[in-house]
T-cell receptor
Framework: GAVVSQHPSRVICKSGTSVKIECRSL??????MFWYRQFPKKSLMLMAT?????????EQGVEKDKFLINHASLTLSTLTVTSAHPEDSSFYIC???????????????FGPGTRLTVL | DAKTTQPPSMDCAEGRAANLPCNHS???????VYWYRQIHSQGPQYIIH???NNETNEMASLIITEDRKSSTLILPHATLRDTAVYYC????????????FGTGTRLQVTL
C-alpha cells in the first residue's frame, strides 16, 4: 500500500501561536489530499480538500483563515493552525488519494496523525 | 454518498473469524464499499474495497450481497492486534468524492 507521513506526530504550543503540520506522500504522487480532525472518542471529521496548485476546498463550518492549507507539490500538503486556542486541541489526520497500478479505482491512504495540544 | 449503518460494538475471541456487518441500503450503482480501521491514536488504515464482487486480500475478505444493500468484512483469524474501530464507507469514484466517516464498529478481540 501507499505510505503517507505526517510531521510532527505531537506538538504542544501556547495559545495565540501558529502551528504547521506537514503531510507527505512518500511513494506516490497525490494531486488530492485531505485534512481531517478527530476529537476524543469521536469519528473523523473532514476539514478540507487540498488540490495541488489550487486553493483548498473547506467543509462547512471550517474557518479557512484559521486553518491555512497549502498543497505546494504532488507529495506535500501543509496545514497551519493560526492563532491556536485550547479548543483547537485535537488529533489532525491527513490523507492522500492514490491510484495504484492495476487498480480500477483510487484509494485514500492516511497518515499517522498529529496530536495538537494548545495550552 | 450513501450512508452506512454498523453495530456500535462487537466482541470476538482470538483465533476466531470476526464478521463485521454493514448496511448501505441506499447505495447507488457507481458507489464502492470501502473498509478502514483505526487503532487507538493512529490514523485510519485501509483494509479493502469492492463494487459488487466479493474481494479478498491479505488482510480480510469483503462479501457484498447481490443487491449490494449490505456487506460483511471478514477477518479470518482475529488477533489481539485487530482490536480497533472498523469503518464501512460508501463512496463514488468521482474526482470530487471524499470519504465520510460514520461512527464505525468497535471490535474487541479477547483471549
Amino acid at each position: 500500500g501507499a505510505v503517507v507521513s505526517q510531521h510532527p506526530s505531537r506538538v504542544i504550543c501556547k495559545s495565540g501561536t501558529s502551528v504547521k503540520i506537514e503531510c507527505r506522500s512518500l511513494d506516490f504522487q497525490a494531486t488530492t489530499m485531505f485534512w481531517y480532525r478527530q476529537f476524543p472518542k469521536k469519528s473523523l471529521m473532514l476539514m478540507a480538500t487540498s488540490n495541488e496548485g489550487s486553493k483548498a476546498t473547506y467543509e462547512q463550518g471550517v474557518e479557512k483563515d484559521k486553518f491555512l492549507i497549502n498543497h505546494a507539490s504532488l507529495t506535500l500538503s501543509t496545514l497551519t493552525v493560526t492563532s491556536a486556542h485550547p479548543e483547537d486541541s485535537s488529533f489532525y489526520i491527513c490523507s492522500a488519494r492514490s491510484l495504484l497500478r492495476g487498480a480500477l479505482t483510487d484509494t485514500q491512504y492516511f497518515g499517522p496523525g498529529t496530536r495538537l495540544t494548545v495550552l | 454518498d450513501a450512508k452506512t449503518t454498523q453495530p456500535p460494538s462487537m466482541d470476538c475471541a482470538e483465533g476466531r473469524a470476526a464478521n463485521l456487518p454493514c448496511n448501505h441500503s441506499t447505495i447507488s450503482g457507481n458507489e464502492y464499499v470501502y473498509w478502514y480501521r483505526q487503532i487507538h491514536s493512529q490514523g485510519p488504515q485501509y483494509i479493502i474495497h469492492g463494487l459488487k464482487n466479493n474481494e479478498t486480500n491479505e488482510m480480510a475478505s469483503l462479501i457484498i450481497t447481490e443487491d449490494r444493500k449490505s456487506s460483511t468484512l471478514i477477518l479470518p483469524h482475529a488477533t489481539l492486534r485487530d482490536t480497533a474501530v472498523y469503518y464501512c464507507i460508501v463512496r463514488n469514484t468521482g474526482t470530487a468524492s471524499k470519504l465520510t466517516f460514520g461512527t464505525g464498529t468497535r471490535l474487541q478481540v479477547t483471549l
